[in-house]
């Protein structure tokens, strides 16, 4: 399940015409392979090269990035962990993640995670 984590300057539009992200921001997005088909599990994810329960297979944190565009700084994920915990619809979602840069990306958000698209 890929979970993004975005700043205000990036919005999801659900109209069924459009469903996407659209702006400008920073955002951290997440390949999180949960036994959820339909959303989020609460579990402790590690890095790995195998998709399996409980892995994070990619991660990629961008900032400045234009969605329209594909442009700005991105930066590739390399190891770490992401614990989500709570009940639906809110969520606390926990990273640690080393990025192929050498730098780190740390942080939690807590609250409600639209798992529609």
């Keep these: 399940m890929g ?20 702006g400008t921001g920073d955002l951290v997005w997440l390949d999180l392979n949960t036994d ?3 959303g989020l599990s609460a579990d402790t994810y590690t890095w790995s ?3 399996t329960i409980g892995t994070i297979t990619d991660a990629r944190s961008g900032t400045g990035y234009d969605i329209a565009t594909n442009s700005g700084q991105s930066v590739q994920g ?3 962990t992401v614990t989500i915990s709570g009940d639906p619809p809110e969520w606390t ?3 640690s993640l080393d990025m192929s840069d050498g730098k780190s990306v740390i ?9 529609t698209f």
């Design 49 to 51: 090269g195998t998709k």
């Design 78 to 80: 390399s190891s770490g």
């Design 107 to 115: 942080g939690s958000y807590t609250g409600v995670v639209d798992t």
């Design 3 to 22: 979970v993004f984590l975005v700043s205000s300057g990036i919005s999801y539009d659900s109209d069924p015409s459009v469903d996407e992200l659209t």
């Design 93 to 95: 979602i926990e990273l």
């Design 36 to 38: 959820n088909p339909g």
